[in-house]
């Protein structure tokens, strides 16, 4: 198999965003240095959120400040609101990724918005970049990531026409990528490909993105469904570190390790050497109180190395 499956690593921001252990500015260098240095080459390093709100990301623009320049990286920040964009612009990330809601009710909750009013503050941003002239280096490339696709702790279930009209409106507004986040863990693979084929045709000529957290044991059979369903772009956290701050149950992200492994049996390329994520996961594990967190950095890859 010649198909390669990229995975935008994101445990520096929804990994440790909910962790209760406070990192150091320091260490959340270490741990983007290894993840590149192990192969990823997109992350999401920073989060450009109320210091207040998230403790954990206070610190962005020190991370940022302190990451050697990597051209063949691309560093993303997520970003709230307009602020937040002002702050990413100025700490020179390559992509700010805009989260919205499918529902209103964790869009309330999230962002103190509703729906509708969270598609008008990332259409002012798109405006915002364009103006920037929208060059290789002008400023960050906007993405967005819609979240509660598959259910929502506040609302309930999301349903199809929900999630179409929301991926309509952020394609109209010209985001070529679009992420699609199962924040707390509710989907199953016959949801995900349902899902995905309503995302499609909504946004035809989009890129789409997965994100699964893996509450309820379904993440990695989620992943499964997603790359027969044609998505080439997934979201992962090194150990499976990570969750929502503001979704009640929202545990940990699917593990990038994990991940690697299993597409890479299957003869997917993913582009990562699999033991030195295994190491990463397990030193960030330390850092955080859990020593071999997810199933590879307890169990280890196959065959032995």
């Not at 010649?2 to 994101?10: G, K, L, N, W």
């Not at 260098?29 to 999401?44: D, F, H, V, W």
Request: aromatic share 4%; with cysteine; net charge negative.
């Amino acid at each position: 198999m010649s198909r390669s499956i990229e995975i935008v690593e994101v445990g520096p921001r929804d990994g440790l965003q909910n962790e209760k252990t406070v990192i150091s500015t320091e260490d959340k260098i270490e741990l983007i240095n290894r993840l590149e240095a192990a192969g990823s080459r997109r992350l999401e390093t920073v989060s450009f959120v109320h210091p207040g709100r998230v403790p954990q990301m206070a610190d962005a623009e020190a991370v940022m400040a302190g990451l050697a320049l990597n051209p063949d990286v691309t560093r993303i920040g997520l970003v709230l609101n307009v602020r937040g964009w002002d702050r990413a612009v100025e700490t020179g990330v390559d992509q700010a990724n805009v989260s919205i809601a499918a529902s209103d009710g964790f869009a309330l909750k999230n962002a103190g918005l509703t729906v509708a009013q969270q598609v008008e503050m990332l259409g002012e941003i798109v405006g915002r970049s364009h103006n920037m002239g929208g060059a290789p280096g002008s400023g960050p490339a906007v993405t967005a990531i819609i979240s509660t696709v598959w259910g929502c702790p506040f609302d309930g279930e999301v349903s199809d026409d929900q999630v179409a009209a929301v991926v309509r409106d952020v394609a109209a507004l010209g985001v070529q990528e679009i992420g699609l986040a199962d924040t707390i863990g509710v989907g199953d693979p016959w949801a995900v490909r349902r899902k995905i084929e309503v995302a499609k045709k909504a946004a035809p000529d989009a890129t789409l993105r997965l994100h699964f957290h893996d509450t309820r044991n379904t993440a990695m059979a989620n992943i499964f469904a997603g790359v027969e369903a044609g998505i080439d772009v997934i979201d992962a956290s090194v150990g499976g570190i990570g969750g929502c701050p503001f979704a009640p149950g929202a545990t940990g992200n699917v593990a990038t390790e994990d991940v690697v492994y299993m597409l890479g049996r299957a003869g997917f390329e993913t582009g990562y050497d699999l033991d030195a994520l295994i190491e990463t996961a397990r030193w960030i594990g330390e850092r955080i109180g859990r020593s071999r967190p997810s199933a590879l950095s307890r169990a280890g890859g196959w065959p032995k190395t």
